[in-house]
C-alpha cells in the first residue's frame, strides 16, 4: 500500500489562514500590523524572488511586509547601519536578511546584529540556546515547518525512534532539538555515519535535510515509517530542462513508508508560510 502524501502547499495554506485570523485578531488589540522587514543585497537572482515572494506573502495576510533592495556595493558598515535603524524602529517585528550575502560581508557578523526578539529566522545563538534548552524562541521556518507536517500527519513522536540526516544549523540540528522537544528520541547522521541505511531502518521517523539527490532509497525505510524531505535538487532530464527532486527517492519509498512529502510540494511551501508565523509570534512577545 502506497504511504500518505503529505500536502505541504495545502498545509501551508491553512497555515496562512491561521496567520491571517491571528493578524486580524492583533491589529484589533494594538492598533497596528506586525512588520517584516526583508534585507536583500545584490541581484542574486533566486534571492530576488524569493524576497518578493516573502514581501507578497505577508501583505496577503496583513503583516505589514517591506523589501529593501541594497545595491552589490553595499559596504557591511552601511548594511549594519540598516539593521541598526530597523532594530530601533517599533513597528518592526521582524529582519530577515536574504543569503548568500556578497563575498565582501561577513554573514556572521551581519546575522549577530539582528536583535534575537526580531530573528525571525532563528539564527541568533540566543535563539539556537533557548531552543536547545526548551524555552520559548523564535525557531528557524524549515525545520519548524517541517514539524508541523508531522502533526498534521498525525505521526505521534512521543518515544518515536527518528533520525535526521543532516547537522546543518539551519535545518540538521534545530529538527533534531524540535523532535526531542516532542519527546523522540533521536539520532543525528551525517556523511560519516557509519551504515547508514541499516540504521534508517531502525526508525519510525526519517528527516533527510542532507543536499544529495534521491540518497535515500526504499530499502532504507521501515515499512510504516514517515519520511519528510527537506531536500531539493536540480537533476537532468529527458527532455534538457532538468527536474527538481528531494534527498528522498520518493517513487520506491513512497511504497514503503507510511506517509511522505513529495518534493516538490512539501516541505518548500511550509518555509514562507513559518516565517509569517514567526513574524506574528515576534510581534506578540515584542507587544506583552
Known sequence: MSARIIDGKAIAEKVRGEVKEGVAAFVAKYGRAPGLDVLLVGEHA?????TRNK?????????????????ETTTQAQLLEQIAALSADPSVDGILIQLPLPKHIDERT????IPPEKDVDGFHPVNVGRLSTGQDALVPCTPLG??????EAGVNLKGANAI????????GKPMAQLLLGRDATVTIAHSRTADLPALCRTMDVVVAAV?????VKADWIKPGAAVIDVGINR????????RLVGDVAYAECKEV???ITPVPGGVGPMTIAMLLQNTLTAAHARSR
Open 110 to 113: 551581519v546575522l549577530l546584529a
Open 55 to 71: 514581501e507578497k506573502a505577508a501583505l496577503e495576510v496583513g503583516i505589514r511586509g517591506r523589501l529593501h533592495r541594497l545595491p
Open 235 to 242: 537533476i537532468e532530464s529527458a527532455d534538457g530542462k532538468g
Open 211 to 215: 543536499g544529495r539527490a534521491e540518497m
Open 257 to 259: 513508508a507510511g506517509s
Open 46 to 50: 533566486p534571492s530576488i524572488v524569493y
Open 146 to 151: 517541517s514539524l508541523r507536517l508531522l502533526d
Open 164 to 171: 535526521v540526516i543532516g547537522r546543518s544549523n539551519i535545518v
